[in-house]
């Protein structure tokens, strides 16, 4: 079985605090079909991270100040969407978001580069129109391939609560140029 080990420490380390899966019909399964997740729909969202070992959702939104322009400074809310528990907001606690899932940011002018903390390798980005707003759209490179970014999922299959056995990461959304849906399989 194959590990993926850059993404050990972000989804091993406090993720998601609740245990068991949901709607886990094979937990070997690579289908994600078979996980019933509920699909976030909040306000400025660029792309979501689901894990296999419940459906507790971190969620990456734009933060615009009030003429719409992205705030450069801290351009992305970072949160918890805990639907395995009441579906509530959370925010990420300290070690969360200082060692886990927070962003690194780089204002680079027509573009804000995130990287992940615990995965930087692969940088996201967000580019600005003329007037410093976004299109509200999270673009990555995966296999060499470009995509809009929707939803990461990392697959889990045993090991430990603090050395989870990661399979493998999802990459879904679609192509920027003719909208088509992309989903990559990354491991490392």
């Known amino acids: 079985m ?4 850059l993404f ?3 989804f091993l380390l406090f993720s998601g605090m609740s245990n068991g899966p949901s709607g886990v019909s094979d937990p070997g399964n690579t289908d994600t079909s078979a996980f019933e997740f509920t699909v976030p729909n909040e306000p400025n969202m660029l792309f979501y991270i689901q894990r296999s070992v419940n459906e507790n959702t ?3 939104a734009l933060k615009l100040k009030p003429d719409g322009s992205i705030n450069s400074k801290d351009p992305v809310d970072v949160y918890w ?3 395995q528990e009441d579906g509530r ?8 978001r200082t060692f886990v899932y927070g962003l690194r940011t780089k204002d680079l002018g027509d573009k804000i580069e995130l990287r992940c903390i615990g995965f930087d390798k692969m940088p996201v980005y967000v580019y600005k129109n003329g007037a410093g707003t976004a299109a509200r759209h999270a673009m990555v490179v995966v296999n060499e391939k470009l ?8 697959q889990i299959n045993g090991g430990t609560y603090w050395f989870p056995n990661v399979e493998y990461a999802e990459f879904s959304g679609s192509d920027p140029v003719n909208g088509a849906p992309i989903s990559e399989l990354y491991y490392r």
């Not at 194959?2 to 080990?5: D, K, L, V």
């Not at 995509?147 to 990392?154: K, W």
């Open 2 to 5: 194959r590990t993926f080990g």
């Open 8 to 10: 050990i420490i972000p």
């Open 58 to 60: 971190i969620i990456y």
């Open 81 to 83: 969407r805990r639907y």
């Open 89 to 96: 907001r959370e925010e990420l606690d300290f070690v969360q």
């Open 147 to 154: 995509m809009l970014l929707d939803r990461v999922f990392i």
